[in-house]
């Protein structure tokens, strides 16, 4: 007996439709993050970063009344297209996640439909065709941290305080205004930074490009002048 294969799509309200007819091209991509970067005595490496999001796009068509077509693929069929348009719309405006399953296969990703176009093609006015666009959800967990804070040192009357650091080096949160460069001497000129916020990774003085920085969740960016940054 065949396996019946048809994308499920669950709200967050718990409550399921299938698609009436099933697209006849559903792929997942599964990609990993990264870039080539030089290092010093090294070379030209690839960094290899996370999984990226997944993303799924593909087209199919809505029956004007399902139960009168003979091409429908699904086993429960609702009562006309608009239904499925409406159902697609509510969902998307929510901006709360789907559930998209694939039965038969064990592909179930909780993602949030980020575009959904639909219309008649062709002169066909029997049938609406559509475009669904979903991308991956990740639910990010915010953790509690506790803050110790400390009493204040008094300052006796006479003296002063120190003035604070204000020089950059590993470690400080800069802004960036000027070209990224492969390696501290300055080969390899690629993008300009605008006024962009990163953290410098690596400080090598004397060198033309003496900064490395990076974004402040650690990817990395490129070496630039010292002219090109400033405390933020």
């Known amino acids: 007996m065949a396996t019946h294969m048809g994308v499920y799509l669950t709200n967050s309200s718990n409550n399921t439709i299938e698609l009436p007819v099933a697209p006849s091209d559903f792929t997942v991509p599964s990609e990993l993050d990264g870039e080539s970067v030089t290092v010093l005595g090294l070379g030209e490496i690839n960094r290899i970063g996370l999984e990226k999001l997944k993303t799924i796009s593909f087209d199919g068509v809505l029956p004007l009344i399902p139960k009168t077509a003979h091409y429908t693929t699904a086993q429960k069929l609702l009562k006309n297209a608009q239904a499925y348009i409406d159902w697609i719309q509510a969902a998307k405006k929510t901006k709360k996640p789907v559930r998209v399953v694939l039965s038969g296969t ?37 953790h509690k941290v506790k803050v110790v804070i400390t009493k204040p040192t008094t300052v006796k009357k006479g003296t002063s305080r120190p003035a604070p650091s204000k020089k950059i080096g590993v470690g400080s949160t800069v802004i960036v205004n000027g070209t990224l460069h492969r390696d501290s001497y300055g080969a390899g000129p690629g993008k300009t930074e605008h006024n962009a916020t990163r953290k410098v990774s690596i400080y090598k003085p004397g060198r033309k490009c003496p900064y490395h920085v990076t974004t402040l969740s650690g990817g990395w960016r490129g070496w630039v002048t010292a002219g090109s940054v400033k405390l933020k």
């Not at 179930?108 to 062709?122: A, C, D, H, R, V």
């Not at 979903?134 to 967990?141: A, G, K, M, P, S």
């Open 106 to 142: 064990k592909i179930s990703l909780s993602m949030q439909i980020t575009s959904f176009e639909y219309g008649f093609k062709s002169g066909n006015s029997i049938e609406y065709q559509y475009t669904l666009g979903l991308t991956e959800y990740r639910q990010v967990q915010a």
